[in-house]
Nanobody, 123 residues
Framework: QVQLVESGGGLVQSGGSLRLSCAASGRTFSTYVMAWFRQAPGKEREIVAAISVTGGSRYYTDSVKGRFTISRDNAKNTVYLQMNSLNAEDTAVYYC????????????????WGQGTQVTVSS
């Protein structure tokens, strides 16, 4: 079993930055692909970024490329999402998720989920 806990959300002005953290339990964290998803009111949950087991491969959805950076520290069982140049369209609940082996984009492909952390960007 894997337990994930997100932190770092909050209220920020347009153009500002936040860093989200996801702390994982278990001794097998380094064997999991990790990802960040987000869901805004009235919208479907969508993948934002993902990172491979070793950190050698990363995926970003088009709307965040050049602004967001996903990283991981396997020694600390933690994955991060650095978010820069935030705008109102980034407002959502952000979720940390994990799965085995391969980066996939669908929500249904991920087996482990955190409770979510709210990010609100004001104009």
């Amino acid at each position: 079993q894997v337990q994930l806990v997100e932190s770092g959300g909050g209220l920020v002005q347009s153009g500002g930055s936040l860093r989200l953290s996801c702390a994982a339990s278990g001794r097998t964290f380094s064997t999991y692909v990790m990802a960040w998803f987000r869901q805004a009111p009235g919208k479907e949950r969508e993948i934002v970024a993902a990172i491979s087991v070793t950190g050698g491969s990363r995926y970003y959805t088009d709307s965040v490329k050049g602004r967001f950076t996903i990283s991981r520290d396997n020694a600390k069982n933690t994955v991060y999402l650095q978010m820069n140049s935030l705008n109102a369209e980034d407002t959502a609940v952000y979720y940390c998720a994990g799965r085995r082996s391969t980066i996939l984009l669908a929500t249904s492909a991920y087996d482990y989920w955190g409770q979510g952390t709210q990010v609100t960007v004001s104009s």
